[in-house]
């Protein structure tokens, strides 16, 4: 067998059956063994950084590591950016890029470009295979590194002579790499230490993060919370950890986020972070917390444990197995006053949303839809970032569904193609897009791949001529704004949806929005909603009063 047909064997030993890329010179031989083979499916998408966005939305909705695959030189630069989004966010990807020959590395040979050496920062291991015999272990490795611990990226790089290299492959069945041998367990004496000081606080509160949902540990952390009477709020990337409704969430916490999750956090005595980086966007600083407040931090990588935050009792392990040993060692409690203020503070952060009759209400729109599919409980939502993603992290009920967005790097022009490989990974879920105007035409050219391999996504595009979150930001840092963010009225977006031979809906007023909805709603194909948004409409809501 050639290097390229070892690669693809060792991919389908993996359980691979879909890669996402985008072909060249470098990797023509990979491309070349994958056309002979009828168990693997090649997406095609129009640039290499959607092949990154595509792998990630098909892990994060399957739970495997997704698989893309470019050629040398700037087809492997393109891709970075979405390794830098993965790698941010903890998501398991293996992206495969071609290399020019062995011998001329380091020479400036045409498209030639060190990519190893380039997202050495931000991919959780990279290999250059020089070596065809090494090859299937690199393979296995690479699946192993990315899919355990703390998921993540991991590169190979494959020189072109590798690929056309004939040897007798050796495929392993395990492995064991010295010095790489995560943690799961947590450690007894500090699950121990974390029971005492929770049955001591009288304000306890849970943060939850985006590691209790790769780690599948959502029923765990509802389950605890209920037990233990404690109030729960959650990163971004934690969005959809427990329902809107449940008494117990307080709602998305941060600079964005609702301002009854910053007043309950700045009250407690207690913080337990779950799965969770607490970035500058989640909490600035110790000081938005109190002096005296206890810090419990859960984290299956020790690295993120005191980098941000310092740790009073740090654990760390798999988020799910330190649940469960919480809530099996832990007895039921209470915290009535707590709860009733916690409570309080939600209701009145709840404002009921305005019904608009010249735009849409972005945030009512949401709603909506959230009520719409709200029977499909596993319902699969995309967002960019900007405003769009604030509207709908803090408005979609994800009860049983799953909010995908770029949370640590906040990529532009990720919803799209993110929803692409999560349609393949849960064809028979709804899956939703929600971008603005400004990150729709980032992925423009994607609508062709949606069409060509008939993937049936819902895209609502919330438009409002500008950059809507960085005209927020001008304002409310600058005090003014400027035209350097406008896109105007242009692109008309149904005509191009037109060109692509896609049907769209334009939203000019709430009362638009259920029959816009309920057509989208039953649309077998991809269909687009245009919602107007007024061009002043902010993502920031209003803070909980001091004396309440």
Not at 336 to 342: L, P
Not at 540 to 547: Q, T, Y
Request: with cysteine; glycine share 8%.
């Amino acid at each position: 067998m050639n290097g390229a047909a070892i690669a693809l064997e060792a991919l389908a030993r993996e359980g691979v059956s879909v890669i996402f890329g985008y072909p060249g010179a470098a990797i023509a031989p990979f491309y070349e063994e994958l056309s002979k083979r009828d168990d693997i499916r090649h997406i095609l998408v129009r640039n290499e950084q959607n092949a990154g966005h595509a792998a990630s939305g098909y892990a994060r909705a399957s739970g495997k590591a997704g698989v893309c695959c470019t050629t040398s030189g700037p087809g492997a630069t393109n891709l970075i950016t979405a390794l830098a989004t993965a790698y941010m966010d903890s998501i398991a990807l293996v992206a495969i890029t071609g290399q020019v020959p062995t011998d001329i590395l380091g020479h400036d040979a045409f498209q030639e470009a060190d990519i190893t050496g380039a997202c050495e920062s931000f991919t959780k291991y990279s290999y250059l295979c020089k070596d065809i015999n090494e090859l299937p272990r690199i393979i296995k490795e690479a699946f192993h590194i990315a899919q355990t611990g703390r998921p993540g990226p991991v590169l190979i790089d494959l020189p072109i002579d590798v690929q056309l290299a004939e040897a007798e492959p050796v495929f392993p069945q395990s492995v064991d790499i010295t010095g790489y041998k995560p943690r799961t367990k947590g450690h007894p004496v500090q699950i121990k230490k974390a029971i005492t000081a929770i049955s001591e606080a009288e304000k306890p509160v849970i943060c939850t993060g985006g590691g209790v949902v790769s780690a599948q540990a959502r029923k765990e952390l509802t389950a605890l919370a209920e037990q233990l009477s404690i109030p729960v709020v959650s990163t971004l990337m934690g969005v959809g950890t427990m329902s809107i409704d449940h008494p117990l969430y307080m709602g998305m916490l941060g600079t964005h986020g609702c301002p009854a999750a910053k007043k309950v956090v700045s009250q407690a005595d207690l913080l337990i972070l779950c799965g969770a980086r607490v970035g500058d966007r989640t909490i600035a600083g110790r000081g938005q917390i109190k002096s005296d407040a206890k810090i419990i931090h859960i984290d299956i990588d020790p690295v993120e444990i005191g980098k941000n935050m310092s740790a009073h009792i740090p654990i760390v392990g798999d988020i799910r197995l330190i649940l469960r040993a919480l809530l099996a060692e832990s007895e039921p409690c209470s915290h009535t006053d707590w709860i009733e203020q916690t409570a309080q503070w939600k209701k009145d952060s709840l404002a009921e949303e305005q019904e608009y009759a010249d735009h849409v209400n972005p945030r009512r729109f949401i709603r909506l839809l959230s009520q719409k599919v709200g029977k499909n409980k596993k319902a699969i939502l995309t967002a960019d970032v900007g405003q769009n993603q604030i509207w709908a992290a803090n408005s979609f009920n994800f009860e049983g569904g799953r909010f995908l967005t770029s949370g640590g790097m906040g990529t532009m022009g990720y919803s799209i193609p993110a929803a692409m490989g999560a349609k393949l990974a849960k064809p028979s879920r709804e899956v939703i897009a929600v971008c603005g105007d400004g990150s729709f035409q980032m992925m423009l050219p994607e609508l062709a791949t949606i069409m060509q391999h008939g993937i049936a996504i819902k895209i609502i595009v919330m438009k409002n001529g500008r950059l809507g979150m960085i005209r927020e930001l001008q304002e409310t840092s600058f005090g003014h704004t400027t035209d350097c963010m406008e896109l105007g009225s242009l692109p008309d977006i149904s005509k191009l949806a037109e060109a692509y031979g896609i049907k769209t809906c334009k939203v000019k007023s709430d009362a638009d929005s259920n029959e816009a909805l309920d057509l989208m709603l039953k649309s077998r194909s991809l269909f687009i909603i245009i919602c107007s948004v007024d061009e002043n409409e902010n993502s920031i809501l209003a803070p909980v009063s001091e004396d309440k």
